[in-house]
C-alpha cells in the first residue's frame, strides 16, 4: 500500500472539515497509535496483521492531516521498551518496517511532488543494520524537502532523547564550545531531535489509555491532549476532527499561558545575560574595579552578541554532525 492516497472523505466529511478551517489548526499534531495487538486478538487476527491494519490506518491518518493544512506529524511507531516483547513479534515489526520504509524509496517521484521531508526520531543504532541503512536513505532522500513533514519516533523514548540532548551537551562543555552557564531550557531545547520541529500543539492517544508513555514529554508541555476510547485501527475522522475541535477550544487559553510564561524567561534571561556581561568586563580590565554602572549598552550588547554567536556554532556542529552520521549511513554498502 502507497504512503500517499486519494483523498476518500465523503462530502460531508471534507464540508465540516473547511468548516475546522476557519478557526486555528494546530501545525504539528502527534499520534500514538495504540491498540493494534489488542484489535487483533479481538479479531482472532495474528498480531502481524493488527500492526498491518495499524499501518493502513496511519496512511488514513497522515492523509487527513495533510488535507487539513496540518504542516508536521509525528508518530510514535517502536518504543525502546517494545524491545522487550516477544522475538518473534519485534522481528516481524522489523521485517514490516523494512518493507513500508523501502516503499518511501520507491515513492521518491510523489514525496517530492509533494515537498514531504521524513525524518526519524530515536537511537536507531539499537535497530539491525539493514533497516538502519534504509533509514537514513529516507532521510537523505527527501531532507531538502520544506513543505510538509513527518517524523517517525523509533527506537525512542523521551528519556533517551533528553540524555542524548544532555551528552552534546557535556561534550560541547568539556571541548570548551560552551560555558556551564549557556545551558538552559532554549540550548536543551534546540539539542533535542526536534531542534527543527514546531512544538506539538495537539497529541491524540487512541486504545484508551490515559498515559503518554514516555512520547514526547519536553515537545507536549503546551500540547491539547485527545484521549480516544478506540484502538488505533478503528479511529475514524470524525474522532480526529473532535481533536482539532479540542485544540480549537482551548487555543486561547493555551496563547496566553505559553505568552507568560515567554515574557518570565526573557526577562530571566536578559538579567543573566546582563550578569555575564558585567562579570566578562571585570575579568578584561586590568585590576579594575569595573561596576555595574560603568558597563554600557554597548559593552552589554557586543558580549551578548558573542554569547549567541558562540551557541549558535556549537549548535551548527552538532547538527552537522547528525546529519553526517545519517548521510555517511545512507551511503554505507
Known amino acids: ?21 476557519n478557526g486555528p489548526l494546530p501545525k504539528h499534531v502527534a499520534l500514538i497509535m495504540d491498540g493494534n495487538r489488542r484489535y487483533a486478538r479481538t479479531r482472532n487476527m495474528q498480531k502481524i496483521q493488527g500492526h498491518l491494519s495499524g499501518f493502513d490506518k496511519l496512511v488514513e491518518a497522515l492523509n487527513w492531516c495533510f488535507k487539513m493544512g496540518i504542516k508536521e506529524v509525528t508518530v510514535y511507531a517502536f518504543s525502546i521498551e517494545n524491545f522487550k516483547r516477544s522475538a518473534d513479534e519485534v522481528n516481524g515489526l522489523f521485517d514490516l518496517a523494512r518493507k513500508k520504509f523501502q516503499g518511501l524509496l520507491d515513492e521518491k517521484e510523489k514525496i517530492d511532488e509533494l515537498g514531504v521531508s521524513i525524518n526519524f526520531f530515536g537511537d536507531i543504532t539499537m535497530l539491525p543494520l539493514d533497516l538502519q541503512q534504509t533509514i ?9 524537502n520544506n513543505n510538509l513533514f513527518m517524523n517517525v519516533c523509533i527506537a525512542y523514548t523521551s528519556r533517551e532523547e533528553m540524555t542524548m540532548a544532555i551528552k552534546d ?3 560541547g562543555v568539556k571541548q570548551n564550545q560552551l560555558d556551564i ?5 532554549d540550548l536543551i531545547e534546540k539539542c533535542l531531535y526536534t531542534s527543527h520541529s514546531h512544538e506539538v500543539d ?16 519536553w515537545q507536549a508541555n503546551y500540547s491539547v491532549i485527545s484521549f480516544i476510547n ?14 482539532i475541535i479540542n485544540y480549537q477550544l482551548n487555543f486561547d487559553y493555551i496563547q496566553k499561558i505559553k505568552n507568560s510564561i515567554e515574557h518570565v ?7 543573566l545575560n546582563k550578569i555575564i556581561t558585567i562579570e566578562k568586563s571585570k575579568l578584561n580590565a586590568d585590576n579594575n574595579t569595573e561596576t555595574e554602572s560603568h ?22 556542529k552538532t547538527y552537522d554532525k547528525r546529519s553526517e552520521f545519517m548521510h555517511l549511513l545512507a551511503n554505507s554498502s
Open 136 to 144: 537514513a536513505r529516507v532521510v537523505d532522500m527527501t531532507k531538502k
Open 1 to 21: 500500500m502507497s504512503w500517499f492516497v486519494e483523498d476518500k472523505r465523503t462530502w460531508s466529511q471534507k464540508a465540516f472539515g473547511d468548516i475546522l478551517k
Open 265 to 271: 524567561k526573557q526577562t530571566e534571561q536578559k538579567l
Open 202 to 217: 495537539l497529541l491524540v492517544r487512541t486504545s484508551g489509555e490515559v498515559r503518554l508513555s514516555d512520547f514526547l514529554l
Open 230 to 243: 478506540k484502538m488505533w485501527p478503528e479511529l475514524s475522522i470524525w474522532n480526529f476532527y473532535m481533536g
Open 169 to 171: 551537551i557535556c561534550i
Open 295 to 316: 558597563v554600557d549598552s554597548n559593552s552589554y550588547d557586543n558580549i551578548t552578541k558573542s554569547n549567541q554567536d558562540k551557541i549558535s556554532q556549537f549548535l551548527e
Open 181 to 185: 552557564r549557556d545551558i538552559n531550557e
